[in-house]
């Protein structure tokens, strides 16, 4: 099967590009080739070009994986979570539209909503509507925080160790999944035509607080540092301090996504439901 896989040069687009180039051919856009993990002779890499409509309409597959999304933007590269989250999304439909593409994959998150304070859930939930409202088949995953090897949270962890021997934790809580669970659920969406105008929630079976979280990541990665559970009063005391950072620690987006816990709903079929189990987030 011909696939248009956006995003496939990341963290979770890696795991989805080796796991489905072994029997399908694999369009790649992307900005620098040299990112890209496994080159076969099924995965075509081509330049990202801002007009993906031109570009799915050039290479003309059968089914889009959108896994682009942005956890903070960079307005002076002009990368918005309007520009990732809404504008690509609005071209990826306007070429399905004017091809013959049969289903649309799209990696949303869990917590998108078009009410929410938070631009990263808004725009998240806006570029949800443009594919439902678009009349192609589609199926719209939203997982919770994703581990598996490559989690940027541990690159984060592992800088901040250096700088401090103590890392604050907010209030909270979330219900991590493992990158092959989301990956397992892409397969089955692109192997099976009755999977269709779904919304999936990926979620583990542990809920745990962002101080759980963060005590596993730094024994993952091998640093011993005291974690601090610390009130959203905090972070937003402090957010002048963090905006000093070339990479802010925490933003002001990410403080309105924390006033609700990263779980399942149950609103929602989960993937568990789709490939009849769950991992074990924690095992990596």
């Not at 960079?74 to 091809?99: M, P, W």
């Amino acid at each position: 099967m011909k696939l248009f896989v956006t995003g496939g040069t990341g963290f979770i687009g890696s795991y989805v590009v080796d796991d489905l180039e072994r029997d399908n051919q694999i369009i790649l856009p992307v900005r620098n080739p040299s990112k890209v993990g496994k080159k076969t002779e099924n995965v075509s890499i081509i330049p990202f070009g801002e007009n993906l409509s031109d570009i799915i309409q050039e290479h003309r597959p059968e089914i889009v994986i959108n896994l682009l999304g942005i956890l903070n933007e960079d307005k002076k590269r002009g990368i918005t979570f309007h520009k990732v989250h809404v504008d690509f999304v609005e071209q990826i439909v306007n070429g399905s539209l004017k091809t013959d593409v049969k289903k649309i994959i799209h990696i949303s998150a869990l917590g998108a909503d078009i009410n929410s304070k938070s631009m990263y859930a808004k725009t998240k939930a806006m570029g949800e509507k443009l594919i439902i409202d678009s009349g192609i088949d589609y199926l719209i995953l939203r997982p919770s925080i994703v581990l598996g090897r490559g989690q940027k949270l541990f690159e984060d962890l592992k800088k901040f160790s250096k700088m401090t021997p103590v890392i604050f934790a907010p209030e909270g809580k979330v219900q991590p999944v493992h990158v092959e669970d989301l990956v397992d659920t892409i397969r089955k969406g692109v192997e099976d035509e009755k999977l269709k105008n779904l919304i999936v929630e990926l979620c583990g079976n542990r809920i745990v607080s962002y101080k759980e979280l963060f005590e596993f990541a730094l024994s993952y990665i091998g640093k011993k540092r005291i974690v601090i559970q610390m009130p959203s009063s905090f972070f937003w005391l402090m957010l002048p301090v963090f905006r000093l950072f070339p990479e802010p620690p925490v933003t002001e987006d990410q403080l309105y996504l924390l006033e609700k816990d990263n779980v399942c709903t149950g609103n929602y079929p989960t993937h568990k439901d789709i490939i009849g189990k769950v991992r074990n987030p924690f095992k990596i």
